[in-house]
């Protein structure tokens, strides 16, 4: 990571943190910088983003450097009595050997989610965002207390001002291993101070298999809301599939679930026809996949599976569906999603229409479906190399560009006293919100990519069709063109390949609208 890059998210960070420093001349942050064996110590007192980025420049590879979470009064000392306010609850969890994957299970479990997450070295720093600046010391103690007591964290860490290691510093104490931000999600609601403290986990009620046990289908918060309040005109049908899918699972017979699509219906602002609404519905009960509920009716999440509570988006519904609805329907959907596909900057600098798959290469979308499978592995340039047969300067060159696109995420570790650190790369999951045909890319076409059996225009082709598949939109050539980027004598060269590797087989069918075909995927 270049020293650039660093300043601008130690700016980030410290906004983060202090969102109200250089508001006002009187705010203060404290800085900490020491050195035990060459007994060196110092404070500082500062009043801008850019001192306090100075001051890590200055003394980062001489010292260790800390940084209380609070702001204080300039013309006092640092004491509790003197503190202005607090943004931020920090939980130490002073644990070498803990995962990234162990510190998100915690947060599934304790139902509280972790705004920032930092690797301080040696164990975990887990930033909680307040909703608002905070001064009532005994209240910002009492739920430092309680998420230490959910999380395992430090108890000698409670006190308010505690200072805690800057991120992208060494840690001279554990064999100059650096702190780094593992993750962060900024834009997720803050916590108020006092649901912190009064919070408490709701034991699920599921079994081993993780099957949802509810007694009334209204208990679920989704569904609740969605019948009560209905749904602006560009997502009734949506909305209905949800509902509809809930019913299903729940067990409720789909005249019942009619009903609730009907009441639904009647509080949209703008009602379908009542032949639309049994004719959603009749899809999702004609077909055999279930979709899990997420929510209670206290907005708690019921599955330990992979939670999608906080982002769950009726996309995400329709993304699990596998059925074929109405060609109509079809079009609908494709109309809308792809008037909302993104802009890209191509090679020649020109804007252009398309997905984030358009712009892959064939060695990028290798990179992401191995780290994407293997999401609790720790992947180094050289390990990519062995297990993507590319060559090194591919490898490096594809790092460099999926992490500009925010695709994946690095960090530096120390494996050994001995060596440097060694860069390791992981998968950022929150990239398949803004870039979701990502989520389409698999494990199984990894593996004949790397055999040479296809090419990645057949690959790009195989996922762009998984995509829309999911999406239940339509496949015309377009829409395979505009998602993978492929041109279209490519694209039948492309199926052509992939119907004789047994990838894919194609059916064409007969409609009211002309023929089209329809792609059933193997993998």
């Known amino acids: 990571m270049k ?17 109200k420093l250089e508001t006002d001349e009187k705010y203060r942050a404290y800085m900490l910088v020491e050195n035990s064996k060459t007994n060196f110590t110092r404070t500082f007192k500062l009043n801008t983003y850019h001192e306090l980025v100075e001051v890590v420049n200055k003394y980062n590879s001489k010292a260790n450097i800390y940084i209380s979470t609070c702001l204080y009064d300039n013309t006092k000392d640092k004491t509790k009595e003197n503190i202005l306010s607090k943004s931020v609850i920090v939980v130490d969890v002073d644990n070498a050997d803990f995962d990234i994957s162990e510190i998100y299970k915690l947060a599934k479990i304790n139902q509280v989610f972790i705004h920032l997450v930092v690797r301080s070295g040696r164990g975990w720093h887990l930033y909680f965002k307040l909703d608002k600046e905070y001064s009532n010391v005994k209240q910002l103690e009492k739920a430092s207390k309680h998420l230490c007591e959910l999380f395992g964290g430090d108890k000698n860490s409670l006190d308010v001002g505690h200072v805690y290691r800057v991120p992208f510093t060494k840690n001279l104490k554990y064999d100059n291993t650096w702190s780094s931000i593992v993750n962060t999600i900024n834009k997720t609601f803050p916590h108020t101070l006092d649901k912190l403290i009064n919070h408490v986990p709701i034991k699920s009620s599921l079994s081993g298999n993780t099957e949802l046990q509810v007694d009334n289908v209204e208990q679920l918060s989704c569904f609740k809301n969605l019948v009560k309040y209905g749904i602006s005109k560009g997502f009734r049908n949506k909305a209905m599939i949800a509902i509809s899918n809930t019913c299903k699972y729940i067990g409720l017979s789909e005249v019942e679930a009619l009903q609730y699509a009907y009441e639904f219906n009647s509080n949209c602002e703008v009602p379908q026809r009542k032949t639309e609404v049994v004719k959603v519905v009749k899809s999702i009960y004609n077909n055999s996949s279930l979709i899990k509920p997420c929510k209670d009716n206290l907005n708690k999440k019921l599955c330990n599976s992979h939670c999608m509570g906080r982002l769950i988006t009726v996309d ?73 047969n590319l060559s090194k300067p591919t490898i490096i060159k594809s790092l460099k560009r999926l992490e500009e696109f925010n695709i994946i995420n690095s960090t530096k570790q120390h494996f050994n006293r001995s060596s440097k650190p060694t860069t390791i790369y992981f998968y950022n999951d929150e990239c398949e919100q803004k870039y979701k045909e990502i989520h389409s890319i698999g494990r199984g076409l990894f593996i004949i990519r790397r055999n040479k059996l296809i090419t990645d225009n057949d690959m790009k082709v195989y996922i762009a069709l998984k995509y829309l598949i999911n999406k239940r939109m339509s496949t015309t050539q377009n829409d395979i063109e505009l998602i993978s980027g492929v041109t279209r004598n490519n694209i039948n060269r492309s199926i052509k390949n992939l119907i004789e590797q047994d990838l894919l087989r194609k059916k064409q069918v007969q409609s009211t609208n002309g023929t089209f075909n329809i792609y059933t995927l193997k993998l």
């Open 3 to 19: 020293g650039k890059d660093i300043q601008e998210k130690l700016i980030t960070y410290f906004k983060f943190i202090f969102p």
């Open 316 to 388: 995400d519904v329709l993304n699990k569906i596998d059925e074929n609805i109405d060609n109509d329907i079809q079009v609908a959907f494709s109309n809308k999603l792809i008037g909302n596909i993104k802009t890209y900057i191509n090679k020649d600098g020109k804007k252009e229409k398309g997905t984030m798959l358009s712009v892959l290469s064939g060695a990028e979308i290798l990179i992401i479906s191995e780290l994407k499978t293997f999401r609790n592995e720790i992947y180094s340039v050289d390990d990519l190399i062995d297990t993507t």
